[in-house]
């Protein structure tokens, strides 16, 4: 069974940096394509970023390009989110998610593509 488990989250300065990191549990790693989505009060979960099966491969929502910098470690099984310049409307519970993908270069862009997700993680961004 796959489990994804976050950590880093907290509260930001606007202007600040944080990052944040998944842990992929349960083996067969290599086999997903893992993204990063995040979720405002009374708000749908949104995609703010997709890697690759590899990683070689990634994808920003817009709001974030230049700022966000998503990565994976594959020997730790681990992806990260590194935000910089963050701004209040970056506050949000952010998600990690997995989805099987049977070929690299493939993101998936829709929260319903992913099968596993993690617990959340807040991140407070104060003005």
């Known amino acids: 069974q796959v489990e994804l488990v976050e950590s880093g989250g907290g509260l930001v300065q606007s202007g600040g940096s944080l990052k944040l990191s998944c842990v992929f549990r349960?083996?067969?790693?290599?086999?997903?394509?893992m993204g990063w989505f995040r979720q405002a009060p009374g708000k749908e979960r949104g995609f703010v970023a997709g890697?690759?099966?590899?990683?070689?491969?990634?994808l920003y929502e817009n709001s974030v390009k230049g700022r966000f910098t998503a990565s994976t470690d594959n020997a730790k099984s681990t992806v990260y989110l590194e935000m910089n310049n963050v701004n209040p409307e970056d506050t949000a519970t952010y998600y990690c998610?997995?989805?099987?993908?049977?070929?690299?270069?493939?993101?998936?862009?829709?929260?319903?593509?992913?099968?596993?997700w993690g617990q959340g993680i807040q991140v407070t961004v104060s003005s």
């Open positions: 890697l690759s099966r590899s990683g070689d491969h990634v």
């Open positions: 998610g997995a989805a099987e993908m049977s070929e690299d270069r493939t993101i998936a862009l829709l929260t319903s593509r992913y099968a596993f």
């Open positions: 349960g083996g067969g790693f290599n086999d997903y394509a």
